[in-house]
């Protein structure tokens, strides 16, 4: 089993250092949202659950997937940002190299607001067939997203989107609020209140 006690990241997070920043923990947050939504997929799989394994392991492979995209993506937000930096400080950039540079960064908070919009729907479509017992870890992982989606929206609006993009993430962001909301309304009536 690797690791998951593994400090490199925080340490680097928590550094006086440009990078990694909001947009690679953003993306870190939503791959862990994405992984953990295909844990409770993978536990409603095998004869208890024949008749939703198909749907429940079509669903585990897209949301390991997408936790890998967003594990690139918070790699990429580290190399935009370092790229963007470059550029202001070469007196030879253009404004079409800057503005280049400026986009490149805006897109990755972008894309990673859109994975978490598509991964949540996904996921929160198929909750009411999830093993029961995994129902916590779906709703976990449904906060996660939505978490994921909140922050690189912050960090998006600061590298000054163009309105298409804004827009656009403007309505992903809400694709997400929404799958993520239908789970707290039916964690608020279900079991996993503790008994009196």
């Keep these: 089993m690797p690791s998951i006690y593994d400090p490199a990241f925080i340490d680097a997070l928590a550094q006086r250092r440009p990078t990694p920043g909001g947009g690679a923990a953003a993306a870190m947050t939503a791959a862990q949202g994405c992984a953990l939504g295909a844990m409770a997929a993978r536990y409603t799989t095998g004869p208890r ?3 939703c394994t198909t ?3 079509a669903l585990a492979e897209h949301l390991h997937s997408a936790a890998q ?3 690139a993506l918070a790699a990429d937000d580290a190399r935009c940002y370092q790229a963007l930096r470059q550029a202001h400080k070469d007196p030879a950039s ?4 800057l503005a280049a540079a400026a986009a490149a960064c805006a897109a990755v908070p972008a894309t990673t607001i859109t994975l978490c919009a598509d991964a949540a729907q996904a996921l929160a479509a198929f909750t009411p067939r999830c093993n029961p017992h995994l129902l916590a ?7 996660l997203l939505h978490g994921a989606a909140e922050a690189a929206w912050h960090i998006l609006l600061c590298n000054q989107p163009d309105e298409t993009m804004r827009n656009q993430a403007e309505a992903d962001r809400r694709r997400c609020r929404e799958a993520s909301g239908a789970i707290r ?3 608020g009536n279900d079991t996993e209140k503790p008994s009196s």
Excluded: F, I, M, Q
């Design 137 to 143: 870890d779906a709703h976990a992982a449904l906060a």
């Design 69 to 71: 995209r967003a594990l």
């Design 49 to 51: 659950w024949a008749a």
């Design 94 to 97: 253009s404004p079409d190299t």
């Design 55 to 57: 749907e429940a392991e």
């Design 185 to 187: 309304d039916v964690a």
